[in-house]
């Protein structure tokens, strides 16, 4: 016998229950099989049935001994996997008649159609043509959007009027987590409604450590004001060395410091001049013999104003 369902629970098959005896699963009750005219009456009572198990004691398969007597959603979890123990064997026999070389591949291709045709034509119990069109415009809609944000805001349009059943039926890569995000995308924003984008700076350095740093290098250690009514600072030292002194002082006060070359960025920021002369004789220019230079010329002066005289 060819496989050609899922394995279904091998515990309790139909073979193992007696044709004399009541057999009862959950709520239901199978009917008792005491003799041969019994049987007419209750299970055989149907000649559709009776050519069925004609057929199957042909296939050398157990016969149906009985239907189900409610319905299939009610029924016991054992009484299910009999049933579709009893089905499989069934369809298997009809389809080893059909194609005795190849039966899986029929079954194969037989599913294949039908779940391409109910793809394509998509009926909803209770769901009128119009409506179906338009859900399958949503559909549409939904699986063409590249982005995960923008799928929510056209999920959000319909999460709160049909259930996550119903919306499987036509998009069925919809997932729990995605029909529950879209339902809330719709309360707290709106139906369809997009996010503003939210401006986010990552701060790497952390602010104690930044701050503890910048009041080193604007300490009178590091710096020099220049005279008043010149906006700019002098520091008399290079980022270098003034990098290695912070090393120490952090070292000696046991601070967590920065590395070597983001203090060498934060310096690079902070602009500022470095100075050049000589202490004691111009602090502020670039040039140390300028004071040199006014003695001379007033020197000249004096003696040109002697000779004159």
């Given at each position: 016998m060819c496989s050609l369902f899922r394995q279904v629970d091998e515990q309790g098959s139909d073979s193992d229950i007696p044709a004399t005896c009541a057999v009862t699963f959950g709520d239901e009750a199978l009917p008792e099989e005491d003799s041969e005219e019994s049987d007419e009456g209750s299970s055989l009572d149907n000649e559709s049935q009776v050519q069925l198990n004609r057929f199957l004691h042909l296939r050398d398969v157990i016969p149906v001994r009985h239907t189900l007597s409610v319905p299939w959603n009610t029924a016991h979890e054992r009484t299910k996997r009999i049933y579709l123990r009893k089905a499989q064997q069934c369809i298997s026999a009809m389809l080893d008649v059909l194609v005795q070389e190849n039966s899986q591949g029929l079954w194969t291709e037989l599913c294949d159609r039908h779940a391409v045709c109910s793809e394509s034509q998509v009926v909803v119990k209770g769901i009128s043509e119009k409506e179906t069109e338009l859900l399958n415009a949503f559909a549409e809609s939904y699986l063409n959007a590249q982005h995960c944000s923008t799928r929510r805001q056209i999920f959000s349009l319909m999460a709160d009027k049909s259930s996550l059943k119903e919306m499987r039926e036509f998009i069925q890569t919809v997932t729990s987590y995605r029909y529950s995000i879209a339902r809330?995308?719709?309360?707290?924003?709106?139906?369809?409604?997009?996010?503003?984008?939210?401006?986010?700076?990552?701060?790497?350095?952390?602010?104690?450590?930044?701050?503890?740093?910048?009041?080193?290098?604007?300490?009178?250690?590091?710096?020099?004001?220049?005279?008043?009514?010149?906006?700019?600072?002098?520091?008399?030292?290079?980022?270098?060395?003034?990098?290695?002194?912070?090393?120490?002082?952090?070292?000696?006060?046991?601070?967590?410091?920065?590395?070597?070359?983001?203090?060498?960025?934060?310096?690079?920021?902070?602009?500022?001049?470095?100075?050049?002369?000589?202490?004691?004789?111009?602090?502020?220019?670039?040039?140390?013999?300028?004071?040199?230079?006014?003695?001379?010329?007033?020197?000249?002066?004096?003696?040109?104003?002697?000779?004159?005289?």
């Open positions: 809330r995308h719709r309360m707290i924003h709106g139906r369809a409604a997009t996010l503003p984008n939210q401006e986010k700076r990552r701060m790497r350095i952390e602010p104690v450590k930044l701050e503890h740093f910048v009041s080193f290098i604007t300490s009178p250690r590091v710096i020099q004001d220049v005279p008043s009514f010149t906006p700019n600072v002098i520091r008399t030292m290079i980022p270098e060395r003034i990098v290695q002194q912070y090393q120490q002082y952090c070292c000696e006060t046991n601070f967590e410091l920065m590395s070597m070359r983001t203090l060498q960025r934060v310096l690079a920021v902070c602009s500022s001049s470095v100075r050049k002369s000589l202490q004691g004789l111009d602090n502020f220019s670039a040039s140390g013999v300028e004071a040199f230079d006014a003695v001379e010329k007033l020197v000249d002066k004096l003696v040109d104003c002697r000779s004159s005289a």
